[in-house]
Each structure stands twice: as C-alpha cells, then as structure tokens.
C-alpha cells in the first residue's frame, strides 16, 4: 500500500536580529503548510547569523534551553499549523555547556525529541568545537544516532558536518528511520574560485544522495544562503551557497533549490524504501563479522 508524506524544506538567510530571522522562518513555515506540508525542515542555526565564523564568549548569550523563548515559539507553530517541524537552537544545557540541537516538534504533542549534532567540526571559519560540546551516545535514554517517532514517521535527525559521515547515516537507518534530515550551514569562502567552489558544493550534495541509495531512505536537506560576515574582522566572511534539496531512495534528485531564499515542496512516496531494499538489499548482505576495525580511529 502507497504511504504518501507531503515534506517541506525553508532555505533562509539569517541575522543577528533573532526576531528577524525567526520571522523568516515563520513566514517559510505557514507558506509550506499552507500548501499541505505535514513535514517541514528548518536549516541548521535558522534563528541567528552563523556565528562560529570567530570565538568570543559574548555570542554565547545567543544560547537558549530547550523550553526558552524559541523553543516555544516553534512548538506554538507545529500545533497551531499541525504539523511536524523540526527547528535548530543553539542550546544552553548547563551553565558552561552548549549544544548545537536539533528538536521536533509534533503537531499539538510539542516537543517529542531532538538530536544533539554529535560531529563537531572545527575548521577556518567554522570554529564550533568553541561553541557546542557532541551530543551523549547513549541508547537506553535515545540519545545519539536514535531516530525520533513521531506521527508522520520514524526520522533521522542529523545535523550538518554529521552529513560527511556514512556512519551516522547508517546508524539511523539500522535503528529504523524512514527518513533522513539534515539541518545544514555550509558555503564558500570568497577567496576560493570558481573550480573549487563548485567540487565542494557537488561533493556536499554528492555524499548526502549516496546515504540516500545507501540505505534505502529519502533525504531531506535544508541549508542557508547570502553573505554572512566574520564580525572580527579577520576573514572574509561566508557565501552560503543554498543548494537544498530532496532526494528519493535511489538518489534520485526530487526538488533542487538554487542560491536564493526558497521553500521547497514534496510528496514522498515512503512505500519506495522498501521496494528499493528488495532488489537492493544492502542490509541483508552486510558483512557484520568482518567490521570490528570500523571503531578504531585508524588501522595501522
């Protein structure tokens, strides 16, 4: 039997002004359930400018808990509009310890889960590991590479630089997601040309559609777009390259959004994951007596 699932995806600028950043999102929201979306992506970080371009202990005041401010506001959204959103906070756990979170919010249940991005990176320009600790891997309480029930189905949350690894994508999927999300903050530098630009964006979207045909599953990912400047004044700031996009469980390339702010619609047919692992059963054939080395950092 066909299960059909209407999603959405929000690609955004962003500012430092939260409520102005917010009110984009909102606004790209109530366009997408209007138009019937049931499932909806917010991008990674949607309500502020990405601020780990430099390291100043002054951003961390940008932080919220769970239940704060934007928290609310995006429960409110999903059960007024009900439907399912998944949002970005840069959460503040405890005093001192920070995490960039991603939560889903159900319809009028609020919240019933989240992921704390659990790859860190720490590169020019993306100075995170100064800003959020990894996420627990710990599957008595679901945390980690758990996916989060939720009424339209089973989603695997990850966030961003966790998008690189097939790891990530595979867990989620060995624990039964239907789906994959990636809530994403990536662009270029200036300084880079026009060839480099373009390796990195098509390997980004390269990776993401392989977990897709590697496990079976759609992907859903929603990056951010325009200039964002380095505030300190060090480097020259980052083109957020846009590029969102939904892929079916083959891979194949359902919505492609370009370099502006767009919202993107699809109706998924989520019956096709298992048509896809019947004729190419990845799972069935894997070699789990032959994997142990997978956990070393390096076999040397």
Same mark, same amino acid.
């Given at each position: 039997?066909?299960?059909?699932?209407?999603?959405?995806?929000?690609?955004?600028?962003?500012?430092?002004?939260?409520?102005?950043?917010?009110?984009?999102?909102?606004?790209?929201?109530?366009?997408?359930?209007?138009?019937?979306?049931?499932?909806?992506?917010?991008?990674?970080?949607?309500?502020?400018?990405?601020?780990?371009?430099?390291?100043?202990?002054?951003?961390?005041?940008?932080?919220?808990?769970?239940?704060?401010?934007?928290?609310?506001?995006?429960?409110?959204?999903?059960?007024?509009?009900?439907?399912?959103?998944?949002?970005?906070?840069?959460?503040?756990?405890?005093?001192?310890?920070?995490?960039?979170?991603?939560?889903?919010?159900?319809?009028?249940?609020?919240?019933?889960?989240?992921?704390?991005?659990?790859?860190?990176?720490?590169?020019?320009?993306?100075?995170?590991?100064?800003?959020?600790?990894?996420?627990?891997?710990?599957?008595?309480?679901?945390?980690?590479?758990?996916?989060?029930?939720?009424?339209?189905?089973?989603?695997?949350?990850?966030?961003?630089?966790?998008?690189?690894?097939?790891?990530?994508?595979? &867990?989620? /999927?060995? +624990? #039964?997601? $239907?789906?994959?999300?990636?809530?994403?903050?990536?662009?270029? @530098?200036?300084?880079? =040309?026009?060839?480099?630009?373009?390796?990195?964006?098509?390997?980004?979207?390269?990776?993401q559609r392989s977990h897709a045909v590697a496990n079976g599953v759609p992907v859903i990912v929603a990056n951010r777009v325009g200039h964002e400047?380095?505030?300190?004044?060090?480097?020259?700031?980052?083109?957020?390259?846009?590029?969102?996009?939904?892929?079916?469980?083959?891979?194949? &390339?359902? /919505?492609? +959004? #370009?370099? $502006?702010?767009?919202?993107?619609?699809?109706?998924?047919?989520? @019956?096709?994951?298992? =048509?896809?692992?019947?004729?190419?059963?990845?799972?069935?054939?894997?070699?789990?007596?032959?994997?142990?080395?997978?956990?070393?950092?390096?076999?040397?």
């Open positions: 039997m066909t299960r059909t699932l209407k999603v959405g995806l929000v690609q955004q600028p962003a500012w430092p002004d939260k409520e102005r950043s917010l009110a984009e999102s909102e606004a790209g929201v109530r366009e997408l359930a209007a138009a019937g979306a049931e499932l909806v992506l917010l991008q990674e970080l949607h309500a502020t400018h990405y601020f780990c371009q430099y390291e100043d202990t002054e951003l961390f005041d940008l932080a919220e808990p769970l239940d704060g401010p934007t928290g609310r506001r995006l429960a409110a959204l999903a059960a007024e509009l009900d439907i399912v959103l998944v949002g970005s906070l840069f959460e503040r756990r405890a005093p001192g310890l920070y995490h960039n979170t991603a939560v889903v919010y159900d319809r009028d249940r609020g919240q019933v889960g989240l992921y704390r991005k659990m790859h860190i990176p720490d590169d020019p320009g993306f100075y995170e590991k100064f800003y959020f600790a990894p996420g627990d891997q710990d599957d008595s309480r679901r945390q980690g590479f758990q996916p989060i029930d939720t009424s339209v189905g089973r989603l695997g949350l990850l966030v961003c630089w966790d998008q690189w690894y097939p790891e990530a994508a595979r &867990l989620m /999927a060995l +624990a #039964g997601a $239907e789906v994959l999300l990636y809530p994403t903050a990536i662009g270029w @530098s200036p300084a880079d =040309d026009d060839g480099e630009k373009a390796r990195q964006k098509e390997a980004w979207t390269l990776i400047p380095d505030h300190s004044g060090v480097g020259d700031g980052i083109d957020f390259w846009g590029g969102s996009f939904v892929a079916g469980p083959q891979g194949e &390339l359902l /919505a492609h +959004a #370009g370099s $502006e702010a767009e919202r993107l619609l699809v109706t998924l047919d989520m @019956s096709r994951g298992e =048509d896809v692992r019947r004729i190419w059963p990845y799972l069935r054939d894997r070699r789990i007596d032959a994997y142990g080395d997978l956990t070393r950092r390096y076999r040397d």
